[in-house]
């Protein structure tokens, strides 16, 4: 016969397994140091069990295919929602906007053991689905159904891939980003670090003439230093640029620009070491990005249309070097 007391550390025993058993349902592994350095969106991923609908924060969650769209989430198998999905094969997926810090505090902080979430009073927006049977969350950025189409153990969670069946977006909501633990918005973007430079409209033109409408127009071109001056070729009139043309994309940027230079007859020898240069050419309001890839090189030959030009004579030059 058991003694009271050790009936109690029977009790208490048991007691403590079962509060292990739901922390580890509830936490997965708690974040602790580089991971929470990530900056991420949040998704709710609805589920549907015979006791009904399910839903829970995920973190990570990422688009990895565009055509067929398929979406990859990463879930702890401790989770209803885990389970929900290897039954049924479909979960939605609800990337949160900016206003629902609520709606994902509550999925990604109680289990469906500990309570029916998506039932409490006030705090979800139910919507119903078109190509599958689980339901989908209303006032998100992005609503996704998705057919489970692989499940993949990986470290300590599951990716569940989702093949996208129905996909909408709400032009007007912007997502809750979530980064060392707290939520932040998108209220100021980063203007990329280029240089600008001020040209002439006809110098604007040449280049916006040849992005043809490109966001980023992507030079390659060979830089000549001789004392403070620079080889320059001489396009028209007004137009004196380095040696430089345009390579299609995927091909070996440094053996276009020799090829190019072959082909104009001009004798460089070119340099290995590519050096990047990001420039924005501005006339008033009027712009163009450009990438210029270049190398160093000699003259081997001297040909008839090249010029040399003092490095601040020309405001283009004078970043390039
Ligand atoms: C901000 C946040 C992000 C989370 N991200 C994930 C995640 O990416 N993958 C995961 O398995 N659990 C994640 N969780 C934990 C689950 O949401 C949590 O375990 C939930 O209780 C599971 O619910 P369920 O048992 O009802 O399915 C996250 C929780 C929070 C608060």
Redesign the pocket.
Known sequence: MHSPSCFHKVFCKKEQLLEEKQVS????KIPTKAERYFA?G??M?T?QSQKGP????????IQVSYNPIIIA????K???????IQKTKEFGINVASQGQTSE??V????????VD?IKIKNIFKIIKPRKIKTPLIGGCIINAECKLIKKEKIGD?FMLVGKVLDIKYDDSKSPLI?HR?RYFGLDSTVEPDRKEVNVSKEMLNFFKNMANGKFVLKCVGVLVKSKNKILVIRWSESIETIPFSIPPAGISQRDYLIKYLNQSKLDFQVDVEPIMKRIILKNGKDIQRINFVLYKGKIKKSTYRILWKSYNEDNIISVLV
């Open positions: 349902k509830l936490s997965r991420t949040l998704s991923i589920s399910n839903i829970m924060t995920a973190e990570w969650v989430v990463f879930i702890h401790e989770s209803e929602t885990f389970k929900n994902v505090s999925a990604g902080g109680y289990s469906r053991t500990e979430k969670h979530y633990g």
